[in-house]
């Protein structure tokens, strides 16, 4: 999946990118999303800058490069949405060159224009919510790494934490029991 800056820091800054890996498969970043998170945040000295700096070399991480009339296609929607920033536009660019129909993105903004050109933003919520669905992490993490993005400053306001808990009652109700030894 085509990965924006925010979802990549965050799980950078919680050393949760194996999530990312395990719930998405294939993660894929667009190059002004590496310069903005990685060489950016190196000259920030910021520690996940130096984790998804090591994920791109493992090739955990791809960065895709945009053709010609994609990178214009970016400098389109960055010029068109003024409240998005250039690497959500290489975001969404991306997406619409490789065919993508859902992206991880996080800010409203880059969402609604996503939407628009018919591409399906998910959330880095929703990676929790699926991380447990898959059994990856349990169900007593969640609220600690709940705590932990809102402590490196992920904002989330009231009606996405309410509805990711009205989300997370579902699936914890349809979720079979753990059957132990």
Known sequence: MI??????????KLNKLHLLKNVLGDLVISQAVYDEVV????????????????AVKSNIIEIKKLSQDYLKKAVSLNNFYRSIDYGE???IALALQEGSIEILIDERAARKAAQIHGIKPRGSLRILLLAFKKNLI????????LAQMTREKFRLGA??????????????KNKPASKTL
């Open 3 to 12: 990965i924006n800056s925010s979802p990549l820091i965050i799980f950078g």
């Open 39 to 54: 060489e950016n945040g190196k000259l920030k000295n910021a520690p996940e800058a130096f984790i998804i700096e090591e």
């Open 89 to 91: 536009a290489e975001t």
């Open 138 to 145: 349990p169900q007593e993490d969640i609220k600690e790494i």
């Open 159 to 172: 009606d996405v934490i309410n509805e990711f808990w009205d989300f997370f009652d579902k699936i914890n």
